[in-house]
């Protein structure tokens, strides 16, 4: 298994604070991934990137920001935190570029409550 | 509406039986995986099928792909408690390339 952290794990906060979430891998993996999970949703895509410094918008990217300063660290930011973001957001990895050809490596997830 | 939509959403069977979980689209699909999460757990790879047609075994596991590669299911013989758990389909389509999950199948196997 891929060695993938996210910090925190757990995280309550109010309208309209910024948040940053953290995602850490050890595996040198080229792709990183932030999800949101929702019942009923399954996974939806935040934003990826490519590499350091390359990223790009997914599906759910609206109030989201993302930067990767290092291939090992991929971080996601909400810029002012609404309650529609509360969520479970899990960071993945992927090594090479063959879309759904090859697995992706999934984090514990953080949780993430905004009141 | 979901590129990929599964059914049912939630299952509960008792150990022992067998079940089918479906995933199903309008779209084309170069290949589909499945994963399996465990509560406060990501996500964990199964399979990944790629032919239209393709059958693939993992243990008690049954996975086909569809002829026209729209749709996959996935079929446990004899489930057991260790079987419970958030069952997701997830492909890239075509015209895509980013992996799209399924909303997910709810399994809960009882002793």
């Known amino acids: 298994d891929a060695g993938i952290t996210q910090s925190p794990r757990h995280k309550v906060t109010e309208t309209g604070t910024p948040v940053t979430l953290r995602c850490h891998q050890t595996e040198n993996h080229r792709y990183m991934y932030w999800y949101r999970q929702d019942p009923g949703h399954g996974l939806r895509l935040i934003h990826y990137s490519y590499g350091v410094k390359d990223t790009d918008k997914g599906e759910v990217s609206d109030g989201y920001s993302v930067s990767r300063s290092k291939t090992e660290d991929f971080l996601l930011t909400l810029e002012s935190a609404t309650s529609s973001q509360t969520s479970v957001y899990f960071c993945?990895?992927?090594?090479?570029?063959?879309?759904?050809?090859?697995?992706?490596?999934f984090g514990p997830g953080t949780r993430l409550l905004v009141l | 509406t979901q590129l990929l939509e599964q059914s049912p959403q939630f299952l509960s069977i008792q150990e022992g039986e067998n079940l089918t979980v479906y995933c199903n689209s309008s779209?084309?699909?170069?290949?589909l995986q499945w994963y399996r999460q465990e509560p406060g757990e990501g996500p964990v790879l199964l399979v990944t099928v790629v032919t239209g047609g393709e059958v693939k075994k993992l243990k008690r596991l049954t996975f086909q792909f569809g002829d026209a590669r729209k749709d996959s299911s996935l079929h446990i013989t004899a489930a057991q408690p260790g079987d419970t758990g958030l069952y997701l389909c997830?492909?890239?389509?075509?015209?895509?390339?980013?992996?799209?999950f399924g909303g997910g199948t709810r399994l809960m196997v009882k002793p």
């Open positions: 779209s084309v699909f170069s290949s």
């Open positions: 993945a990895t992927q090594e090479g570029s063959r879309g759904g050809l090859e697995t992706q490596y």
């Open positions: 997830a492909g890239v389509a075509n015209a895509g390339n980013m992996l799209t």
